[in-house]
């Protein structure tokens, strides 16, 4: 079964549009290593601000029948072989295809609000054409609304970017309980809490080494973390250039520790798998 991640979190600037678009590129890198038999990744982008369509792609203005708005509209028979038509190249790599979002979104709740297996607009399709890629990695808006659950309901694996902030950090705890509850709601027992990744870390702020020695000590949440990434301006110039972390500075601090984060995930894949 091909694995599908969906960084998720209801703060926004937390670091998840830059952790999914540089652990889908990863994943691709990884994969072609590794000899897999399938290095495409797809990125599905679920936010109507489309921050990581516009740093994969160069572009944020795809239209209603060029980005997942299509999808999420269309009849059902026909939503899969629509979602393959309207996947992206990626500028990053050709194995990177990008399943664009669109300001759309917005409207497309609206639309979809009440609907009849609405949340399943996304997971039925996918569904369908998952086995075409080596894994899937979707990227959400900073709330739980229809469509991150949408996506949840897509996902096989929910990580959970976070800043060393004090109200970041006692939130986690209620973060996981409303994908608990989104799971268990709809029936979803594939999915779960499969990490926490701790973004924007100044190991020179007392605070911040506090707050991550406090995590690694929780009984519950010490367990889920995958990695911590420093704070680090060469991520900003990645996004302003459209590059990822790792093409714009491989050197860098940020480019290491997702490299890093990258192998614990991908050794997690391949032990299912064994």
Same mark, same amino acid.
């Given at each position: ?6 960084l ?5 600037g937390v670091?998840?549009?830059t952790?999914a678009?540089?652990i889908a ?7 072609r ?5 399938n290095?495409?990744v797809?990125l599905?982008?679920?936010d ?5 369509t516009?740093?994969?792609?160069g ?5 209603a029948?060029e ?8 009849e059902r028979e026909k939503?899969s072989q $629509? %979602?393959?038509d309207?996947v992206q190249? &990626?500028?990053? +790599?050709?194995?990177?295809? =990008?399943? !664009? ?6 409207a ?8 009849a ?7 039925d399709p996918?569904n369908?054409?998952?086995g075409?890629?080596?894994a ?6 900073p709330?739980?609304? $229809? %469509?991150?659950?949408?996506a949840?309901i &897509?996902?096989? +694996?929910a990580?959970?970017p =976070?800043e !060393?902030?004090y109200?970041?950090t006692v939130?986690?705890?209620s973060?996981?309980?409303k994908?608990t509850a989104i799971r268990?709601?709809?029936r979803?027992?594939?999915l ?6 701790v973004t924007?870390?100044d190991?020179r702020?007392?605070?911040?080494n506090h %707050?991550?020695d406090?995590?690694?000590?929780h009984?519950?949440l010490g367990k889920?973390l ?8 060469a ?7 459209h590059?990822?972390i790792?093409?714009?500075?491989p050197q860098s ?7 890093q984060?990258?192998?614990?995930l991908v050794r997690s894949m391949?032990?299912?798998h064994?």
């Amino acid at each position: 079964m091909t694995r599908v991640f969906v960084l998720t979190n209801n703060k926004g600037g937390v670091g998840k549009s830059t952790s999914a678009t540089n652990i889908a590129l990863g994943m691709v890198g990884m994969f072609r290593r590794l000899g897999a038999p399938n290095s495409r990744v797809l990125l599905i982008d679920t936010d109507s601000q489309a921050h990581a369509t516009l740093v994969t792609t160069g572009k944020n203005n795809y239209g209603a029948n060029e980005s997942l708005y299509a999808v999420l509209t269309a009849e059902r028979e026909k939503a899969s072989q $629509l %979602l393959l038509d309207i996947v992206q190249p &990626s500028m990053w +790599d050709a194995d990177l295809h =990008v399943l !664009p979002a669109s300001p759309l979104l917005e409207a497309a709740e609206r639309e979809l609000f009440g609907a009849a297996g609405a949340p399943y607009r996304l997971a039925d399709p996918l569904n369908q054409v998952a086995g075409e890629y080596g894994a899937i990695v979707i990227d959400t808006r900073p709330s739980f609304s $229809l %469509l991150t659950e949408a996506a949840l309901i &897509s996902s096989t +694996d929910a990580i959970i970017p =976070v800043e !060393p902030r004090y109200l970041e950090t006692v939130g986690l705890m209620s973060v996981i309980s409303k994908i608990t509850a989104i799971r268990d709601g709809w029936r979803h027992p594939s999915l779960h809490v499969s990490g926490i990744i701790v973004t924007k870390m100044d190991a020179r702020i007392r605070g911040h080494n506090h %707050l991550l020695d406090q995590l690694k000590q929780h009984p519950t949440l010490g367990k889920l973390l995958l990695g911590v990434i420093p704070a680090n301006e060469a991520v900003s110039y990645a996004h302003v250039n459209h590059q990822s972390i790792f093409a714009y500075a491989p050197q860098s601090a940020a480019s290491k520790a997702y490299a890093q984060l990258l192998s614990t995930l991908v050794r997690s894949m391949a032990k299912e798998h064994a």
